[in-house]
């Protein structure tokens, strides 16, 4: 995975200083009335309570606040009032961390291990090799195997030292993989030991106060409650929202999920990349080669199409009708956040919300708000292509990490994903358990995935990598699953249960399904009349491989009986 060139970069940055000269789109005022009116509009369409957003154009910020932050109270939002940001968090923390390699402390391409000696991941090879910038651009392949590693103030010494047999999901820097919490988290422990302090405290020091900020903070704890938005989630435009039951992230998603911040307060941070490094105030926060190096470092990204084609440090990258824009998005449980950076037009948009995230919420307002200012707006998720005949082979079979798997099938000629969600998930949400979809074919390699449910936007999924005619890995979500092996799952075994406790061993069997040993298949669970009965057909390398696996989730709620079986009689099928 090559950087594009550094020349390229600055050339570009050239060009986009003289925009106007050469002819680029005049940017007007925003209509903020007719803005609040139209957001108004859509909080009520989409049942959210509540939006800020700000506008940083040339320099000046512009932000406005629509609805409610509690709906029991129902104390309307303003410009003060402090959201969650999500994953928006990563930007704040890579721009923190690039601090320290502004002052020569870290190299981006020197191993962990020269800063954290005792790092090690079960991979002897990665354990040496993975640096700085495979965590910040989401190419390290570590699984997030941390563990519980509490709500102290070692809690990313603590993940660093779980990690130590954590596998890889993909060879280092072998594609892009996003990590959710992991990643940021090393990069944070690191910062701690060449800081000498704890994230929570460098991130004040080396940004929050630099930055003039009054209202962002890195723990839930430290935000000001009685300007803090209250979370919900929306599980159907009937009912509306719903208080969470999850107010905030644990402490372990800290430097890729935590900081509370403003609109306005996110658009000072955004204000330091169009402005090579320095802040509102006239603070050098980093020098203008680190924001080149952040926004110029760049692996792609297997689906182009959901986010932005490329992946640089702590930023997405964008192609929007040709133009180039840096984004990052973030969902805190219950609250949702959007950061775009459009450096040929000087604007940067911001805005957080105490439900969602939904996609097509956030591009019918942004829209609006670009187009008011006459810049450049989304483009829309591709269509799909009628004619393209593929292999639909290619495609099938399980793609899994732990604790989710997808099954990719092709029946009557359609192509399909299934996945199963966590029973915690799916009541939580009010949803099936079992979920499908049908993929509609853009390109070899990339699908349109619509749904029927109404709370549910479209997205755009990528399978690839084909090695001996099949794919290898399954992208959604930017999260990257790599294709099981099945090659040992040859023995078919039927366990034959008489049920104790019946909800106990459903609801067990439901997350075992999620989470079965790499190779395993699950073709058949089934139930007698009464519920005392059961009998599931595990498809697995050997008896006691299934029978560890079963006894483990549903051991307490049954008493199992475990026997080989003939692979067609198993499933009730004809032997011929």
Same mark, same amino acid.
């Given at each position: 995975?090559?950087?594009?060139?550094?020349?390229?970069?600055?050339?570009?940055?050239?060009?986009?200083?003289?925009?106007?000269?050469?002819?680029?789109?005049?940017?007007?005022?925003?209509?903020?009335?007719?803005?609040?009116?139209?957001?108004?509009?859509?909080?009520?369409?989409?049942?959210?309570?509540?939006?800020?957003?700000?506008?940083?154009?040339?320099?000046?910020?512009?932000?406005?606040?629509?609805?409610?932050?509690?709906?029991?109270?129902?104390?309307?939002?303003?410009?003060?009032?402090?959201?969650?940001?999500?994953?928006?968090?990563?930007?704040?923390?890579?721009?923190?961390?690039?601090?320290?390699?502004?002052?020569?402390?870290?190299?981006?391409?020197?191993?962990?291990?020269?800063?954290?000696?005792?790092?090690?991941?079960?991979?002897?090879?990665?354990?040496?090799?993975?640096?700085?910038?495979?965590?910040?651009?989401?190419?390290?392949?570590?699984?997030?195997?941390?563990?519980?590693?509490?709500?102290?103030?070692?809690?990313?010494?603590?993940?660093?030292?779980?990690?130590?047999?954590?596998?890889?999901?993909?060879?280092?820097?072998?594609?892009?993989?996003?990590?959710?919490?992991?990643?940021?988290?090393?990069?944070?422990?690191?910062?701690?030991?060449?800081?000498?302090?704890?994230?929570?405290?460098?991130?004040?020091?080396?940004?929050?106060?630099?930055?003039?900020?009054?209202?962002?903070?890195?723990?839930? !704890?430290?935000?000001?409650?009685?300007?803090?938005?209250?979370?919900?989630?929306?599980?159907?435009?009937?009912?509306?929202?719903?208080?969470?039951?999850?107010?905030?992230?644990?402490?372990?998603?800290?430097?890729?999920?935590?900081?509370?911040?403003?609109?306005?307060?996110?658009?000072?941070?955004?204000?330091?990349?169009?402005?090579?490094?320095?802040?509102?105030?006239?603070?050098?926060?980093?020098?203008?080669?680190?924001?080149?190096?952040?926004?110029?470092?760049?692996?792609?990204?297997?689906?182009?199409?959901?986010?932005?084609?490329?992946?640089?440090?702590?930023?997405?990258?964008?192609?929007?009708?040709?133009?180039?824009?840096?984004?990052?998005?973030?969902?805190?449980?219950?609250?949702?956040?959007?950061?775009?950076?459009?450096?040929?037009?000087?604007?940067?948009?911001?805005?957080?919300?105490?439900?969602?995230?939904?996609?097509?919420?956030?591009?019918?307002?942004?829209?609006?708000?670009?187009?008011?200012?006459?810049?450049?707006?989304?483009?829309?998720?591709?269509?799909?292509?009628?004619?393209?005949?593929?292999?639909?082979?290619?495609? !099938?079979?399980?793609?899994?990490?732990?604790?989710?798997?997808?099954?990719?099938?092709?029946?009557?000629?359609?192509?399909?994903?299934?996945?199963?969600?966590?029973?915690?998930?799916?009541?939580?949400?009010?949803?099936?358990?079992?979920?499908?979809?049908?993929?509609?074919?853009?390109? !070899?390699?990339?699908?349109?995935?619509?749904?029927?449910?109404?709370?549910?936007?479209?997205?755009?999924?990528?399978?690839?990598?084909?090695?001996?005619?099949?794919?290898?890995?399954?992208?959604?979500?930017?999260?990257?699953?790599?294709?099981?092996?099945?090659?040992?799952?040859?023995?078919?075994?039927?366990?034959?249960?008489?049920?104790?406790?019946?909800?106990?061993?459903?609801?067990?069997?439901?997350?075992?399904?999620?989470?079965?040993?790499?190779?395993?298949?699950?073709?058949?669970?089934?139930?007698?009349?009464?519920?005392?009965?059961?009998?599931?057909?595990?498809?697995?390398?050997?008896?006691?491989?299934?029978?560890?696996?079963?006894?483990?989730?549903?051991?307490?709620?049954? &008493?199992?009986?475990?026997?080989?079986?003939?692979?067609?009689?198993?499933?009730?099928?004809? &032997?011929?």
């Amino acid at each position: 995975m090559g950087n594009f060139s550094l020349t390229a970069f600055e050339m570009q940055r050239s060009l986009f200083s003289l925009g106007k000269k050469r002819g680029a789109p005049m940017t007007r005022a925003l209509d903020v009335p007719r803005m609040r009116a139209r957001v108004s509009e859509l909080l009520a369409e989409y049942r959210i309570p509540s939006a800020v957003i700000g506008v940083l154009r040339d320099g000046e910020i512009t932000d406005f606040a629509v609805g409610v932050k509690n709906i029991s109270t129902r104390e309307p939002a303003t410009t003060d009032t402090i959201y969650q940001c999500g994953s928006v968090s990563k930007t704040w923390t890579a721009l923190a961390f690039m601090q320290l390699v502004d002052e020569g402390k870290v190299a981006l391409d020197e191993p962990v291990r020269t800063y954290l000696p005792d790092f090690r991941v079960a991979d002897p090879d990665v354990s040496a090799k993975v640096t700085p910038r495979h965590l910040l651009n989401h190419t390290n392949g570590i699984e997030e195997s941390y563990g519980d590693p509490g709500e102290d103030d070692d809690v990313y010494e603590r993940m660093v030292a779980n990690i130590a047999g954590a596998s890889q999901v993909h060879p280092l820097g072998h594609t892009h993989g996003y990590s959710a919490a992991l990643g940021y988290a090393i990069l944070a422990r690191i910062m701690e030991v060449i800081d000498g302090k704890r994230w929570d405290d460098i991130m004040k020091d080396r940004l929050f106060d630099p930055l003039g900020l009054t209202s962002t903070s890195s723990r839930h !704890e430290h935000a000001d409650q009685n300007r803090a938005a209250t979370g919900y989630l929306i599980r159907s435009l009937e009912e509306g929202p719903i208080l969470s039951p999850l107010d905030h992230l644990p402490r372990s998603f800290g430097p890729g999920g935590n900081v509370n911040t403003t609109a306005r307060e996110l658009l000072t941070m955004a204000y330091v990349f169009l402005n090579e490094g320095k802040a509102p105030n006239g603070t050098r926060i980093v020098s203008p080669g680190i924001i080149r190096e952040m926004t110029e470092s760049r692996v792609p990204i297997p689906d182009p199409y959901m986010f932005g084609p490329e992946w640089a440090l702590g930023l997405i990258v964008c192609d929007w009708h040709g133009q180039t824009v840096y984004a990052h998005d973030g969902s805190a449980v219950s609250q949702s956040a959007r950061l775009r950076i459009l450096p040929e037009s000087n604007i940067a948009v911001s805005m957080l919300a105490n439900a969602g995230p939904r996609d097509s919420f956030y591009r019918k307002v942004f829209n609006e708000i670009l187009a008011d200012l006459g810049a450049v707006t989304i483009p829309d998720l591709p269509e799909p292509d009628p004619t393209l005949a593929l292999d639909l082979s290619r495609y !099938e079979g399980s793609y899994e990490r732990p604790g989710t798997r997808y099954e990719v099938a092709a029946e009557h000629g359609k192509l399909h994903l299934r996945f199963t969600l966590n029973p915690m998930e799916a009541q939580l949400l009010d949803k099936p358990e079992q979920l499908d979809y049908e993929l509609l074919p853009i390109s !070899e390699t990339h699908f349109l995935m619509p749904s029927n449910d109404p709370l549910e936007d479209p997205q755009t999924v990528a399978i690839y990598d084909f090695k001996n005619g099949a794919a290898q890995y399954l992208h959604l979500n930017c999260r990257v699953n790599p294709r099981v092996n099945e090659e040992g799952a040859t023995m078919h075994v039927m366990a034959v249960s008489t049920i104790s406790d019946t909800d106990g061993f459903w609801d067990c069997l439901k997350t075992a399904y999620g989470r079965l040993p790499k190779g395993a298949k699950w073709t058949l669970a089934v139930a007698s009349t009464d519920g005392t009965k059961a009998v599931n057909v595990i498809v697995h390398d050997s008896i006691d491989g299934v029978r560890t696996f079963f006894e483990d989730h549903a051991g307490a709620f049954a &008493t199992t009986d475990y026997f080989e079986a003939d692979a067609s009689n198993a499933v009730g099928l004809p &032997t011929t």
